[in-house]
């Protein structure tokens, strides 16, 4: 073994420390993770290829009640579309009324002058 430096004038050297290489996981645990990822994966292809299941058939009263539901919804569709649409149209035609007057108001304000100064 060398002796320590111990002179002032020599610079001293970092020892560089030994890194260990890591080791991966034992065979057992490997096992155990494939053997997970066996068992999800095939519990996953199970589940993809089970036929799927179809609802009871409902019965007379049930089939005249969702007819109905659903023959309502239609005409409510149809009533609050129409309520919107004549709302919308009677909103247009009040502005169009109120620009025509505006436009011939200040044209008869104009002849109006014109008759007064000439």
């Known amino acids: 073994m060398p002796?320590?430096?111990?002179?002032?004038?020599e610079a001293r050297v970092a020892q560089k420390k030994v890194?260990?290489?890591?080791?991966?996981?034992?065979?057992?645990?490997?096992?155990?993770?494939?053997?997970?990822?066996?068992?999800?994966?095939?519990?996953?292809?199970?589940?993809?290829?089970?036929?799927?299941?179809?609802p009871p058939p409902a019965s007379e009263e049930e089939m005249e009640r969702r007819y109905n539901?659903?023959?309502?919804?239609?005409?409510?569709?149809?009533?609050?579309?129409?309520?919107?649409?004549?709302d919308l149209a009677v909103k247009i035609r009040m502005k169009v009324r109120k620009y025509r007057t505006l436009v011939f108001d200040a044209h008869d304000v104009s002849i109006f002058i014109h008759h007064i100064v000439y």
């Open 19 to 54: 890194k260990k290489e890591k080791k991966g996981p034992s065979a057992s645990k490997l096992a155990k993770e494939t053997s997970a990822e066996n068992k999800l994966y095939e519990l996953q292809i199970k589940a993809f290829d089970a036929p799927g299941r179809d």
């Open 3 to 9: 002796a320590a430096k111990t002179s002032p004038d």
């Open 69 to 86: 539901v659903g023959r309502n919804y239609v005409i409510g569709c149809f009533k609050r579309h129409n309520e919107l649409n004549h």
